[in-house]
């Protein structure tokens, strides 16, 4: 059982009134009520520059935020990524953190060989997944490739595993009975922490 759970809140709109930040809240309060430490990084609210080359990724200055997000990525058992789908995929903002965050001496490391170092073991993650489009579309038609590509290229690929996946579709037009369920859904899985 995860006793440390972060939250990183991956919509770029920070108002907090999306389903996102609902599903989110939800989560936290299903994860709360069984005794785990939540913490929350909200991307939309951090300022960083975009990694603009290779040599910048792997060493370049970090600001504040990044490294204080690296601690608590480290010092976490369990990590619930939320983002809605834009253009197929995670909105640029967050992309820009996780390529800030998910650095070679903090995520994978290339040794002599070429063989990577997977920084991140021990740790378990799930992916929360908002779109317009309802989920099996995403899933069976495009495959779900982004969705693949964060799982294996970066989450798993710096050992993070098991990764679990949630996705909500059609989510401009459900009811709110579906909507109630789906943050029922939430709060039961961060109460089971994972
Ligand atoms: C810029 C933008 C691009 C979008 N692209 C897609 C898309 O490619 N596929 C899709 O199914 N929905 C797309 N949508 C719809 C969003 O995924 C949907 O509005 C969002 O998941 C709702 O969740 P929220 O209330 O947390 O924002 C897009 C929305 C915006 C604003």
């Known amino acids: 059982m995860p006793h440390r759970i972060t939250i990183i809140q991956g919509h770029p709109d920070s108002d907090g009134e999306h389903l996102c930040h609902a599903l989110a809240n939800a989560y936290r309060s299903g994860a709360e009520a069984s005794d785990f430490e939540?913490?929350?990084i909200n991307v939309a609210n951090l300022s960083f520059p975009l990694i603009s080359s290779a040599e910048d990724f792997?060493?370049?200055p970090r600001p504040a935020c990044i490294r204080e997000a690296q601690s608590v990525i480290r010092t976490s058992d369990h990590l619930l990524l939320v983002y809605p789908l834009w253009l197929g995929t995670m909105p640029a903002l967050l992309k820009g953190f996780l390529e800030q965050v998910f650095r070679y001496d903090f995520a994978f490391e290339p040794d002599a060989s070429g063989r990577f170092e997977k920084k991140l073991t021990g740790r378990s993650a799930r992916v929360?997944?908002?779109?317009?489009?309802?989920?099996?579309?995403y899933r069976y038609y495009f495959g779900a490739h982004s969705l693949k590509s964060l799982e294996r290229n970066v989450l798993k690929f710096s050992g993070i595993s098991p990764v679990r996946e949630s996705l909500f579709g059609a989510v401009d037009s459900v009811s709110h009975k579906t909507r109630q369920k789906w943050l029922?859904?939430?709060?039961?899985?961060?109460?089971?922490?994972?």
């Open 58 to 60: 792997k060493n370049g």
């Open 184 to 194: 029922q859904r939430a709060t039961r899985l961060g109460a089971a922490g994972r």
């Open 128 to 137: 929360m997944v908002t779109m317009g489009m309802p989920a099996l579309g």
């Open 38 to 40: 939540v913490r929350v």
